[in-house]
């Protein structure tokens, strides 16, 4: 087994045309890693960890029209793109505070959400180059910033639903 005893998989991501090809992100041996299997789980490669002690991966999705690129957030802030299956990482923006979820628009996978723990919610609309920041349209909601939860309506993808410290939103 590859996962060390007390190893947590903080989320599970398969591929959308082949099942047997799946990512975790996973916190062991006190750091975050991601893990790859084209085989459905029989056997497992590390194809990154990362590089500051004590720091995780929370979140890794794959884009739905492209099962080669994949997004991950870190506790450390960083929103991470590959472009290649999972062979290499870049860092695409900093974001100085933990990434708890990211979310793709499946009409438009260009369009992704990403949580910011305790910081509120930050949209791209072109694969992470660019963001906004749409706190502001939260303001008049108490402790709405404290985001655990985002899904995207699948019948009406301009519709979000999110939960907050203050309730449920949409």
């Known amino acids: 087994n590859i996962f060390s005893t007390g190893a947590v998989v903080n989320q599970i991501a ?14 062991q041996n006190n750091s975050g890693a991601i893990f790859k299997t084209l085989d459905g789980g029989r056997s497992w490669k590390q ?25 991950a ?41 990403v949580i910011i723990k305790d910081k509120g919610l ?10 906004m920041e ?7 909601y108490p402790s709405a910033i404290e985001i655990e939860n985002l899904v995207i309506d699948p019948q009406r993808p301009n519709v979000l639903y999110m939960t907050s410290a203050y309730g449920l939103l949409r």
Do not use: C, H, M
């Open 122 to 131: 930050y949209k791209t609309n072109n694969r992470g180059e660019g963001w």
């Open 47 to 71: 194809i990154y960890i990362v590089p500051l002690a004590k720091q995780d991966i929370k979140t890794i999705v794959i884009d739905p029209t492209n099962p080669n690129l994949l997004y």
């Open 14 to 27: 398969v591929d959308p045309r082949d099942s047997s090809r799946i990512f975790v992100a996973v916190f």
């Open 73 to 113: 957030g870190t506790t450390a802030g960083g929103f991470l793109v590959s472009s290649d299956g999972g062979e290499s990482w870049r860092i695409l923006k900093w974001f100085f505070a933990p990434i708890s979820k990211i979310v793709i628009k499946p009409s438009s996978p260009a369009e992704l959400f």
């Open 134 to 140: 749409l706190t502001d349209a939260l303001s008049g």
